[in-house]
């Protein structure tokens, strides 16, 4: 069964920081990546996704994710976060079709 | 054009008795997707269905859950003899048909938050 490991529980960045979520799957197939967040008080939203071609994805806010295929990662990144970006994060892997597999997630405050 | 739409957004129950919980997925949308959210845990999978057929049910519990996608209206999860530990929030997804280009990503509903008294 594939699962998917977000290493950071929670993260504290101030403002301008540099921001990055690490995100490994297990499963070695083809897979589909995804970043979804959700802000307080509202429901999971789509960041990005990557699905075939430029291993580099970029979404939307700035936000960017490279998936390495040697390394099983997805990891998320942005260059400056800003205190609209405190959230949670989750990476989900699906197989084409079907369930998506979801991480833990990764709460991200930004201090002002 | 409306989202996903999951209702109720709050739901108390008392301990041995029923909550059903609804949602309505996205226009054009025949793929849906029921998770569990537990306190300080991820997004656990519960079922998978489309319209009159369930696709995988692998992560519901074998005893007292349900659910259905009728060929009129919308999907509903049905909790039997709910229990304390059945409190969590329920979130359905929908996606359109996946294709031959793989999968999409999820449109998702507010979610349901149930609560077991």
């Known amino acids: 069964a594939q699962s998917v490991s977000q290493h950071n529980h929670h993260v504290i960045l101030s403002e301008a920081a540099s921001l990055e979520l690490g995100c490994n799957y297990s499963?070695?197939?083809?897979?589909?990546l995804f970043w979804y967040v959700q802000y307080p008080g509202q429901h999971l939203q789509l960041l990005l996704k990557y699905f075939s071609g430029d291993p580099l994805v970029k979404g939307i806010k700035g936000f960017e994710a490279e998936f390495i295929k040697s390394k099983f990662s997805f990891n998320l990144r942005k260059p400056s976060v800003q205190w609209s970006d405190t959230a949670e994060y989750f990476c989900?892997?699906?197989?084409?079709?079907?369930?998506?597999?979801f991480g833990d997630g990764t709460t991200l405050t930004v201090k002002p | 054009n409306a989202g996903v739409m999951q209702n109720p957004r709050h739901l108390v129950r008392r301990r041995g008795q029923e909550a059903r919980l609804r949602c309505s997925p996205m226009k054009g949308h025949s793929h849906v997707y029921w998770y569990r959210q537990l306190p300080e845990e991820g997004l656990k999978f519960m079922v998978y269905l489309q319209k009159e057929n369930i696709i995988d049910e692998s992560g519901m519990p074998k005893e007292r859950f349900s659910a259905e996608f009728p060929k009129e209206g919308p999907s509903i999860l049905r909790i039997q003899q709910v229990v304390r530990g059945d409190s969590a929030a329920y979130f359905c997804?929908?996606?359109?048909?996946?294709?031959?280009?793989?999968?999409?990503?999820?449109?998702f509903g507010s979610g349901t938050r149930l609560t077991v008294v």
């Open positions: 499963y070695g197939g083809t897979v589909n």
């Open positions: 989900a892997v699906n197989r084409n079709a079907g369930k998506s597999t």
């Open positions: 997804a929908s996606s359109p048909s996946p294709g031959t280009a793989g999968g999409y990503g999820y449109t």
